[in-house]
């Protein structure tokens, strides 16, 4: 399975962004980690075919993830970016708990 995201940029605080993997074929779950300067990479967020999904604690009622399953794509809508939020996004491929596979990052700045 190939990856290929695109919707990274710079935002303000506050601000939204959303990005969109599209994926070569079907896979179970689809997500996206983060992976900030100095830090490990973390979940964001992922979400099986059927609609069951993972949120990490510092993004819950900020982000929403979503899938078209018709079009293999994922989506990340960033409500009220922080500037914490900071970091290369990560589309992912796999099951739920473990990305199988990984797309190329796409880099989000939150900065006034």
């Known amino acids: 399975v190939q990856l290929q995201a695109s919707g990274g940029g710079l935002v303000q605080p506050g601000n939204s962004l959303r990005l969109s993997c599209a994926a070569s074929g079907r896979a179970f779950s689809m997500g996206w980690y983060r992976q900030a300067p100095g830090k490990q990479r973390e979940l964001v967020a992922t979400m099986t075919r059927s609609g069951s999904t993972i949120y990490a604690d510092s993004v819950k009622g900020r982000f929403t993830i979503s899938r078209d399953n018709a079009k293999n794509t994922v989506y990340l809508q960033m409500n009220s970016l922080k500037p914490e939020d900071t970091a290369v996004y990560y589309c992912?491929?796999?099951?739920?708990?473990?990305?199988?596979?990984w797309g190329q990052g796409t880099q989000v700045t939150v900065s006034s």
């Open positions: 992912t491929a796999g099951t739920l708990v473990r990305p199988d596979y």
